[in-house]
């Protein structure tokens, strides 16, 4: 792993009695794309926002290449922020936005020109740098905010939900634009958004965050296969998450049907959850899985079927390219490898889930 | 009845009270007391005292126009940052325009006159009297205490409607807060600083009342000189001519204006 850039040391923010982050610890590496990653409120964005230098944390370190810069205002910051709206200048033309930064550095003329033709190009916007901003489009405007941030050689680039002001298609363009500006200046990006998709697209390191807690943190692959928690599992894709318990190890009672498995050290007769996604549930003819449920419900979504399968009194979301009738009786199998368990949840805090996208 | 009668009372209005009075100001001032076609009413601007008399009207009102922009502009830039109670500062401010202007006027006259209030406190502390009233500085003051709500709010309006995100994004880039705010703030309430003006400057530069009570009568300035032509002088042909002049001078000055503000953003 390359070298550490940031490091968040026991950050805790409140705003007045309500805790946004509570003793939130966070190495990020140089040339890293790191996604934070939760609902509204989760403590995202003022995250962000005291990287960024305009919050100032309660208690607790931000350092910047092992520099203490927690009190160190933005200006001073070597790093810069895409903002969620934008937020270019009115009065100025895209060039001149383009320029701020640069000027207020007291950037040679020459120098300047050659940066914004260098950043119009890279986001693809050659013939607009003398238009005015209110005279293009949304996605054209999240370009020049990207191209404004990024002519000033920061270290670090911050984007505060960038895409979320536009259309899924273009939201989807804007993706790969991303990763491949990443790749092209190698700079970090630290990336916040509520979608998932979002985060598991172009992320290298997925932080899931909710009430001020990170909850997994890890790449893409691990948070979607192997969530820790059942907040984790439910707000990264669709997923049955059933109460039952570990009888040994491999082995686990589920609605009152023993199910092979492969994790162990949990104990036996301990309480859990286990965490099923819809794609890994096997169905078959009655007698030939595990339990037998019946179909109630099922839509087309185009690259598969989305059923739902009452058995062992447990609705179970199944997804299959094979689509059963409701009413059907079928089987319910699952391979032990995508058996997925979690500790019960310590506190309720924990166990509040909030999915307000 | 259809939609067209509805506009009626507002044609009868702007026919009664607009085009009536312009038509008849027009006709006096292009006319002698004989009825006669003359710009001699127009031309008498040019006299060494109605000359003297407008030069001082426009000095006032200038430095009453920036006096009132100088105090407002910080207050606005204050405003912008206030978040609780931010309405009853604003409310402040305003609870003096909810006083008639001529009383507000009236109680600079009793606290600046030869035996008012602030001379009596002068004297309680063993300080002179000061001559403070029937001063230039006087008329001045009493123009900025009426006039300052018409600067504030249209900047106000304009800086507190500018995003948190733009200065944001300014102090990102490397601004210094000095900085935020001539790059950023500055320009963007450019049409708030224009209708700020016009509202204060256009008032500012006719007014008699506040002259009249502050000034004693001794410092003419252009609107007293057009009232006594149509209350002593009797004279209301150069009443009228004079103000037409005036009425052109305030239409110049609002074209120049105009440029500055295309959106018309700040007209409140």
Redesign the interface.
Same mark, same amino acid.
């Given at each position: 792993m390359s070298s550490t850039l940031v490091e968040l040391e026991h950050i805790s923010k409140s705003y007045g009695s309500k805790l946004i982050i509570d003793d939130l610890s966070l190495t990020i590496h140089e040339n890293e794309f790191v996604t934070l990653l939760g609902p509204s409120g989760c403590g995202k964005t003022t995250t962000l926002r005291i990287i #960024? #230098? &305009?919050e100032t944390p309660d208690s607790g370190r931000v350092l910047f290449e092992g520099r203490d810069i927690t009190n160190t =205002? =933005? %200006?001073h910051r070597n790093l %810069?922020?895409v &903002?969620?709206?934008y $937020?270019? &200048? =009115? %009065?100025m033309t895209i060039a001149e936005n383009i320029a &701020?930064?640069l000027r207020?550095?007291k950037k040679s003329k020459q120098y300047i020109d050659d940066k914004i033709k260098y950043a119009l190009k890279l986001v693809n916007m050659e013939d607009f740098a003398d238009r005015s901003v209110d005279s293009i489009s949304g996605g054209q405007q999240q370009r020049v905010a990207i191209a404004? $941030?990024i002519v %000033?050689e920061p270290k670090l680039l911050l984007l505060d939900e960038p895409l979320g002001a536009l259309d899924l298609k273009l939201r989807q363009e804007m993706q790969y634009e991303l990763i491949r500006l990443k790749n092209e200046l190698g700079i970090t990006f630290i990336y916040v958004t509520h979608d998932q998709e979002e985060a598991l697209t172009m992320s290298d390191t997925v932080v899931v965050m909710n009430q001020g807690y990170i909850q997994q943190m890890g790449t893409p692959e691990s948070i979607y296969n192997e969530p820790e928690n059942a907040f984790v599992a439910a707000f990264i894709g669709d997923s049955n998450i059933i109460p039952g318990f570990m009888v040994q190890d491999k082995l686990v009672d589920i609605l009152g049907v023993r199910f092979d498995c492969v994790d162990s050290g949990f104990g036996t007769n301990t309480p859990v959850d286990v965490v099923i996604r819809p794609e890994d549930v096997i169905l078959g003819k009655p007698g030939e899985g595990r339990m037998d449920g019946r179909v109630t419900h099922i839509i087309f979504k185009g690259v598969h079927y989305e059923m739902e399968v009452m058995a062992g009194g447990f609705e179970w979301l199944v997804q299959s390219t094979v689509g059963h009738p409701v009413g059907e009786e079928v089987s319910i199998s699952v391979d032990p490898f995508n058996i997925q368990i979690m500790n019960k949840p310590a506190s309720e805090d924990e166990e509040a889930i909030k999915l307000d996208e | 009845m259809n939609k067209r009668s509805f506009t009626a009372p507002y044609i009868i209005w702007i026919i009664g009270g607009t085009l009536i009075p312009l038509a008849m100001m027009f006709y006096y001032g292009l006319t002698d007391e004989s009825g006669t076609w003359t710009l001699q009413n127009i031309l008498a601007i040019f006299e060494p005292g109605n000359l003297r008399a407008l030069w001082k009207s426009l000095l006032y009102s200038a430095a009453c126009t920036v006096v009132c922009l100088l105090l407002s502009y910080p207050i606005a830039l204050i405003l912008r940052n206030v978040k609780r109670a931010k309405g009853v500062i604003v409310f402040i401010f305003l609870l003096p325009m909810w006083v008639n202007f001529l009383l507000r006027t009236m109680a600079w006259q009793v606290l600046l006159e030869k035996g008012g209030v602030i001379n009596g406190i002068l004297g309680w502390i063993g300080l002179p009297k000061a001559r403070l009233i029937n001063t230039p500085g006087a008329i001045i003051m009493g123009m900025v205490y009426d006039f300052l709500p018409f600067m504030l709010l249209p900047i106000n309006n304009v800086l507190s409607k500018v995003p948190n995100s733009l200065t944001e994004a300014a102090y990102d880039l490397g601004a210094s807060k000095t900085q935020v705010i001539t790059k950023v703030l500055l320009p963007l309430s450019v049409p708030g600083i224009v209708s700020g003006i016009t509202m204060v400057f256009v008032p500012a530069l006719t007014t008699f009342v506040i002259s009249n009570m502050l000034g004693g009568g001794k410092i003419l300035l252009i609107g007293n000189i057009i009232e006594q032509e149509f209350t002593v002088g009797d004279n209301w042909n150069l009443g009228a001519g004079l103000s037409i002049v005036m009425m052109i001078f305030i239409l110049v000055s609002m074209a120049f204006i105009a440029k500055f503000d295309k959106k018309g953003e700040g007209l409140a």
């Open positions: #960024g #230098g &305009f =205002p =933005p %200006n %810069n922020t &903002f969620q709206k $937020a270019l &200048f =009115p %009065n &701020f930064g207020i550095s404004r $941030a %000033n | -």
